[in-house]
């Protein structure tokens, strides 16, 4: 999808190579928006549609040399239907407590935070636990974005970041307690936010970019039916 129907005081530079963080045997590259202060909910909601996701206030997408790995993706909600696996995650977690807030920062957050990157990212880029880097990776946004705690009795157990925009909901980031025997938390939560969708009477809900080599995406896979950006055109895979 082109990029000159989007406000002309907006510029999409590319970054210089850097390692990527998913096949590591590549260089990536990110084409990004700037000024950051200009993309709001509305014309975020434009760069998604075209392929580009949020960092903090930084919307992005990759923009590689040889590589076309990162594939942005979504789920026509209307048309889910949870498999058996996740419709045991939703009877499982189905008593979780949910609050919903505004971004804001929380010592109980990044303290669960900080123990789900040592356990899923450990020695990755993310597997910093910098209160700085935190509150710029998920508490940053200038589009409508949302906190959602999920509590098991008292104990805090999942945080999800949502952003809310036109067409559906974007997931943008879930951490989770990874000491709970045969919990399904990840998946609870895009069920659960799916969920919302439909309460909402939003068409879709954005998963960011699957990469079909990559074993940490593997479970967006899981959830059908799934729209994928193809050639500026978002379509199913066969």
Same mark, same amino acid.
């Given at each position: 999808m082109a990029l000159n +129907?989007?406000?002309q005081e907006l510029l999409f530079p590319v970054t210089e190579p850097y390692p990527?963080?998913?096949l590591p045997d590549r260089m990536a590259r990110m084409q990004i928006a700037v000024p950051a202060h200009r993309v709001g909910t509305e014309i975020y909601g434009d760069l998604l549609r075209r392929g580009f996701?949020?960092?903090?206030?930084?919307?992005?997408?990759?923009?590689? +040399?040889?590589?076309?790995?990162?594939? *942005?993706?979504?789920?026509?909600?209307?048309e889910f239907r949870p498999s058996r696996s996740q419709a045991r995650a939703l009877t499982k977690?189905? +008593?979780?407590?949910t609050t919903v807030t505004p971004l804001r920062y929380d010592a109980d957050h990044f303290a669960l935070y900080a123990r789900y990157q040592a356990s899923r990212h450990s020695g990755g880029d993310m597997d910093q636990n910098d209160r700085d880097q935190y509150s710029g990776f998920?508490?940053?946004?200038?589009?409508?974005?949302?906190?959602?705690?999920?509590? +098991?009795n008292d104990r805090l157990v999942m945080v999800s970041i949502i952003d809310e925009l036109n067409d559906g909901l974007s997931a943008v980031y879930t951490f989770f307690a990874t000491d709970v *025997?045969?919990?399904?938390?990840?998946?609870?939560?895009?069920?659960?936010?799916?969920e919302q969708c439909r309460r909402a009477s939003l068409p879709f809900l954005y998963l960011g970019y699957w990469i079909?080599?990559?074993?940490?995406?593997?479970?967006?896979?899981?959830?059908?039916p799934?729209?994928?950006?193809?050639?500026?055109?978002?379509?199913r895979p066969e």
């Open positions: +129907d989007l406000p990527c963080s998913y996701r949020r960092s903090g206030v930084i919307a992005y997408r990759p923009q590689c +040399d040889q590589c076309r790995a990162c594939v *942005p993706a979504r789920i026509p909600v209307r977690h189905g +008593d979780l407590k998920l508490l940053e946004s200038n589009v409508r974005s949302h906190l959602v705690e999920f509590r +098991d *025997p045969g919990a399904s938390f990840g998946t609870y939560s895009i069920l659960w936010q799916i079909k080599e990559s074993p940490k995406m593997s479970y967006k896979a899981r959830f059908r799934m729209e994928t950006l193809i050639n500026g055109t978002w379509q």
